[in-house]
């Protein structure tokens, strides 16, 4: 794929490759997360982008979806002495990095993000859930 770039001024490959660091560079919106029954659920969003290979500049982005829950068993979290407090509950991000499945036999190069994210009940790790969303190149917006 190519484009014209607005610094550059002139016909440029994208470089989709840029590692993204979500969690330093920001990139990771806020992160919600809802105590409901037996679950803790929790989503945000993260921002991909597509650049210049020339000088950098961002020609393509796109904001993919996280969501997912963990199932927990309220009786491990909950005893006679005290309530099972949903405030106790944080979702961390643990890492994150792009994906890039290269051109598939269709021809659709398909862009994402995995995000590892931790659960914890009162500063104490409970589980660990990746979760991925990705979009095709050829569908990222315009900058």
């Not at 550059?8 to 560079?25: G, H, L, P, Q, R």
């Not at 809802?34 to 210049?52: K, L, P, Q, Y």
Request: aromatic share 8%; glycine share 6%.
């Amino acid at each position: 794929m190519s484009n014209i770039c607005p610094t550059c001024k002139t016909f440029v490959s994208i470089n989709y490759e840029k590692e993204a660091k979500v969690k330093e560079d920001s990139l990771l919106g806020a992160l919600f997360a809802d105590v409901e029954g037996n679950e803790v659920r929790f989503s945000t969003s993260a921002r991909i982008t597509g650049n210049c290979e020339n000088c950098g500049e961002e020609m393509k982005e796109a904001t993919l979806e996280l969501d997912g829950h963990f199932d927990i068993d309220p009786d491990k979290f909950w005893s006679p002495d005290s309530d099972l407090n949903p405030t106790k509950f944080k979702i961390e991000v643990d890492r994150s990095e792009r994906t890039d499945s290269g051109e598939g036999s269709n021809g659709t190069r398909m862009l994402g993000v995995v995000v590892s994210f931790d659960l914890m009940y009162d500063d104490e790790y409970i589980d660990t859930m990746d979760v991925t969303d990705e979009i095709a190149a050829s569908e990222m917006s315009d900058c």
